[in-house]
């Protein structure tokens, strides 16, 4: 059963027509072509009307829209001979972070997302892309493993944030967190990091400390949850809404702060309404920021690296520079 946001009902609705119509055409032998292509093209222009005005809180219900392409769907899509690999070598295997080897464009990556689930039983599976320690200290494995082969690592990045649960607390959540973006910012072969849907807090920064960040147009990326700002901020989470306008939390936003270094366009109505477009520009894009950081040596990879997330959180003000 597919989900249809608020602001989509009006489109679903031009689409069941079309549908219907068509159905309507084969059953009667009638020929309504014309029709069925006004109807199209009335779809397409509402379509990019209502998304051409998305307010930052239908953004974000957009980034978490269950019918989204989720990492494994990229990895079989734009990648060749994914192998996945398990386990922390310390815990147990985390199944909300994925990750093994492949091929990309024909030469062997590294690459590692965050897995959300679709069905309730692949959610409770994936506690819903909310990663352990374990899932970080696997993470971490194959990262190290990428530089001893050196191998670039491209990692998606889908998550509500870092699971929170005493059991994950007591295995050294922080600490699991803490030393993926030490030894990320240390690795000397390139990383790109892509949000493809939630980039919530510590638990998207873990595989996030990378020489490109790049996010879908309508993915968010944030300290802080809207719901979980607003019931800090205004002790009411019905004000989510609020929080996500005053987060600047849109691939737009997270762009002009100068994060983000590419914002990649999804496809009319959201990377949810064409699977294989979305593939395509996310592909496309890779290949190009790969080719560039292909030609730069690791040490100078780590200093550029370095001196990108020390910009991260400096603005200007007049003359004066705050930290």
Known sequence: MKLYLEFEKPIVELERQIEELRTFSKDRDVDIQEEIKKLERKVDKLTIDIFSNLTPWQRTQLSRHMDRPYALDYFE???????????????????????????????PVMVIGQQKGRSTKEKIRRNFGMARPEGYRKALRLMSMAERFKLPIITLIDTPGAYPGV???????????????????????????????????????????????????????????????????????????????????????????????????????????????????????????????????????????????????????GSDLIL
Request: aromatic share 6%; net charge negative.
């Open 167 to 317: 059991g994950a607390e007591e295995r050294g959540q922080a600490e699991a967190i803490a030393k993926n973006i030490l030894v990320m910012s240390q690795l000397k072969v390139p990383i790109i990091s892509v949000v493809i849907g939630e980039g919530g807090s510590g638990g998207a920064l873990a595989i996030g400390v990378s020489d490109r960040i790049l996010m879908l147009e309508y993915s968010i990326y944030s300290v802080i949850s809207p719901e979980s700002c607003a019931a800090i901020l205004w002790k009411d989470s019905s004000k989510a809404e609020l929080a996500a306008k005053t987060l600047r939390l849109t691939a737009p936003d997270i762009l002009k702060l100068g994060i983000a270094d590419e914002v990649i366009p999804e496809p009319n109505g959201g990377a949810h309404r064409d699977f294989k477009a979305a593939y395509g520009e996310l592909q496309k894009v890779l290949q190009k920021h790969l080719l560039e950081l292909k030609k730069i040596s690791g040490d100078d990879l780590i200093q550029k690296r370095y001196d990108k997330f020390r910009k991260i959180g400096v603005f200007s003000n």
């Open 77 to 107: 899509a734009i990648f060749q001979n994914f192998t996945e690999l398990h386990g922390d070598r310390n815990f147990s295997d985390d199944s909300a972070i994925i990750g093994g080897l492949a091929k990309f464009e024909q030469e």
